[in-house]
């Protein structure tokens, strides 16, 4: 099928689908035109690339994970894509926690600007002198 079908029975546009050839997550082959054409099985292949990409890896990583869906029973691969995967966990793990201490941290300064407003709200006008 043409680019065109395949974004269609996808969701990924034509443009992710070059990108993600270009990054070699993807194949397809070309009409005598220069027409990209690919597989059915592509269109499976698109929908496990964008569920890794939701799951905040990178092109890089999904490259490294890719040849366990490619060759299954290849242990030396297998091996490969659990090192990457558990290096892409403790990353993840790495940015909830500094997410949470961000959080923390605005908490933080939520609580004084609520005690601050309180403060400007119960505090009295200054009476003006006349005179």
Do not use: K, W
């Not at 290849?74 to 926690?97: H, N």
């Amino acid at each position: 099928m043409r680019i065109g079908e395949s974004s269609r029975r996808t969701g990924a546009s034509p443009r992710s689908l070059r990108y993600y050839e270009e990054q070699g997550l993807l194949t397809s082959s070309r009409s005598d035109s220069g027409q990209r054409h690919y597989s059915d099985a592509a269109v499976q292949r698109v929908s496990l690339i964008r569920q890794l990409f939701d799951a905040g890896m990178s092109s890089r990583v999904i490259a490294t994970v890719l040849p366990c869906v490619d060759v299954p029973g290849d242990l030396g691969v297998a091996e490969e894509t659990f090192t990457a995967m558990m290096r892409e966990r403790d990353r993840i793990d790495a940015d909830i926690a500094h997410l949470i201490e961000t959080r923390d941290a605005l908490d933080v300064l939520i609580q004084a600007n609520r005690r601050h407003r309180t403060e400007l709200s119960t505090t009295p006008e200054p009476v003006e002198l006349s005179a």
